[in-house]
Every structure is written in C-alpha cells, then in structure tokens.
C-alpha cells in the first residue's frame, strides 16, 4: 500500500488556453481544501500566452514545487506537464491526471496540414482560441518547436491515476491506455465522457478522493 503524508500540498496545473479559475480547477481546489490540502494552482502562462512553451511552464512548476514533495494534479497538456515534471522529480507522491495530452507534440502537427504548419512558422504565431480568455489569441511558434525535444510518454514511477473520456476527440483514450500498458503504476479509468470530463467530475473525484486517502486505488466492477 502507498502509504501517504498528511496534507501534501497540491498543485493544479491547467490546460492549453485555460487558467487557474477554471471550472475543473475550481472544482478540485474547492474539494480539496474540505479535506485540508493545501492547494495552488498557478497560471502556467504567468500571463504570456503568445510565448507559451512547455519548458517555460515546466520552470513554473519547479518554482512553485520548491523540490518539494507534493501531488500534482494535471488537466489535459497540464497532465502531460506533470507527468515530465515527476519524471524528472521522485519526490512527487502520486499523480491524477484528466485526459492527459501524452505525445503533446504529435498531436498538434498531427491536427494541422502542412501548409497550416508551414504558415505558423513564416509568421510566428497562429491565432488560437484561448478558453480562459473567452476570445482568440496569439500563439508563438516557439511552442511547437520547443516541444518537439520531450518524451511523448514520460515513465515517471510514481502511482497515478488517469481519467478519460471514452468520446475524447482532441486527446485519443488510446493514448492513456498506451500509456497504462507500460506503466504498471498507473490506474485508467475510462468515462462516457469527451475531453472535458466537466460532465462527471462527481465520478472523478469520488475516485480521486478514495486515491488521494487511502494511498491505493482498486477499479470497481
């Protein structure tokens, strides 16, 4: 059994185009705190988007981690940040990650036609729709470049636990199962859901609860 410190610190990382006051941020702070986690949840970004790059974000977390053990909590690309950031650090204690984005890079050029990349890298940045914003946004091509040198699947060894959405269209659930395969650690809950999940959080953190308390996690059937 993992046994688990009482009241680690928590840390939130958002998705692509999103915040800190995100619905999922929000839910899980709210949820969290209850039960005395402390909880940040930084803005990845430090309000910068057009230069946004994954080690960027990744230096965001090592200061705010301080080398630290905490539970790091990632939704979408802010779950594939975690994952490189406990790859990297053995003193995470455990990972929950919401549709994480494994391979961040393969998905991007694989959404996008050669002459749609091509144009992104004459002109520097791509217009995206930033959720957090609520409008479109500038993003720098430095983003794609920069995240062409991470391991599509980072083989971090910590427990984790994964959500995904059976119906997820921008992150295929094949990929966490991919990603489950290799990594005896990690637990996949797969849900009738698409990428958001924002429709069975009630689901997700009963299982995050029993995972984050009880320092295991066994799949009901």
Wanted: charged share 20%.
């Amino acid at each position: 059994m993992w046994m688990l410190s009482d009241r680690l610190r928590v840390l939130y990382l958002h998705g692509f185009a999103s915040g800190p006051t995100s619905r999922k941020a929000t839910f899980f702070a709210a949820k969290l705190r209850a039960l005395g986690f402390p909880v940040d949840i930084p803005d990845l970004a430090e309000d910068n988007f057009r230069n946004l790059t994954l080690t960027g974000q990744l230096r965001v977390i090592e200061r705010l981690a301080n080398n630290e053990p905490v539970i790091l909590i990632g939704s979408s690309m802010g779950g594939y940040l975690a994952s490189l950031y406990a790859a990297e650090h053995p003193e995470v204690d455990r990972l929950i990650l919401l549709a994480p984005a494994f391979a961040f890079h393969e998905l991007w050029v694989s959404k996008m036609s050669d002459p749609e990349l091509t144009r992104w890298r004459q002109n520097g940045s791509v217009d995206v729709f930033h959720y957090g914003a609520g409008r479109e946004m500038p993003l720098g091509y430095g983003m794609l470049k920069d995240a062409s040198q991470y391991e599509p699947f980072p083989a971090f060894t910590q427990p984790a636990l994964i959500f995904h959405g059976e119906a997820d269209t921008s992150v295929p659930v094949q990929y966490s199962v991919n990603f489950i395969n290799l990594h005896p650690n990690a637990n996949l809950v797969r849900l009738p859901s698409g990428h958001e999940l924002t429709d069975v959080l009630d689901r997700i953190w009963q299982d995050s609860q029993a995972f984050l308390l009880a320092g295991r996690f066994e799949i009901e059937c």
